[in-house]
Structure formats: C-alpha cells, structure tokens
C-alpha cells in the first residue's frame, strides 16, 4: 500500500484545465506548422501515418495539432475515412497560399 506523501498515480491525477491545454495545443500547432506543411510541397495528400514517420512525432501530438490546422486555419482537409486512422490530409489552396508567402 502506497504511502500517505506518495504522489497519485497518473491516472489519478488532475488533468490539465480546458484553457490550459487549447493553450498548450495552439503553441504545439504554432511550432510544428511549417515543418508539418512543408511535407505538402511535393505531394498536396499525405498519409497520417507518413507523417507520423516522416516528422518522427508522436501521434497523439500531431492528430490535434493536424485538426487545428484544419479547423481553425484551414490549411489541410481530413478525411477520416480509414478506420485504422490512416487518414488521409490534403492542403488546401490557403495552406498552399501560406507556403507560397515570400516571408516563409
């Protein structure tokens, strides 16, 4: 049996708060876009599991921060048609457009 000062373990401890966590998620999206749309120069559809490979990161990461950069920027499309999560993202013109940006 656990000590009374021995920490909680991970399952029982409190998870981060709603803001704190979009916070957290919209940084990792900040950090991560450009080498995420980069992958989108040669081939405008990528697989998540390439991606995954490609950019050696971890999943779990890179499906939210992939949803962020669809929903509220709109720079990829996902079909989440594959049940596996193999879904397959597309870049859309504005992703493209923000590539193409001379400051990039």
Known sequence: MPSANA???FSEAPAP?????????????????LTI????????????????DRLS???????PVLDLLSRS????????GDQRGNYDVRITQRGVDYLSAPNL
């Open 57 to 63: 990161m971890n999943i779990e990461i890179l499906l």
């Open 7 to 9: 920490p909680a373990p």
């Open 73 to 80: 920027y709109g720079y990829l499309e996902i079909d989440r």
């Open 17 to 33: 708060s709603a803001p704190a966590t979009t916070l957290l998620l919209e940084r990792a999206t900040q950090a991560f876009a």
């Open 37 to 52: 749309l980069d992958n989108f120069r040669n081939s405008r559809t990528q697989k998540v599991y390439d991606l995954v």
